[in-house]
């Protein structure tokens, strides 16, 4: 019971109950995101809300809203960038491996056109292609 009360104190609320386990979620506890982690705070205790003035609690109340807000739009932001490095990376491979194909196949290309024009200067010296043409 202790333990479930800790939970509680750090934001996370209770999802499914069966006779022998208890299932909780927190939105900063996600598998894969460890750096969401230091997101989850402990709630301030009401007897050290209570010492504090109207006024001056609703402003830190609101500036630490804003900035739990700030801070978790900037982890998504970040993975949105880094999700967005990892694809510019596999682009900029595949670009390197069509160039290299597009090299590869201008030097076969070239090779080849060697080649026919070799041809055609073999075939317009032979003998039997002259005969012809003097025909």
Known sequence: ???IRQLNLYGFHKVKQAP???EFSHPMFKRGHKHLLKLIKRKIAP???AKRSEPSK???ESATTE???LKKRSFVMMDQINKLER???L???ENRVLWNEVFTLKDQYEKLSKKFDALIEY???SPSHQSQSQS
């Open 1 to 3: 019971n202790s333990f």
């Open 20 to 22: 022998d386990w208890h």
């Open 47 to 49: 007897s050290t809300k």
């Open 58 to 60: 609703k402003l830190a």
């Open 67 to 69: 900035a739990e807000d």
């Open 87 to 89: 694809q510019n990376n």
């Open 91 to 93: 682009v900029l491979r």
């Open 123 to 125: 075939l317009s010296r």
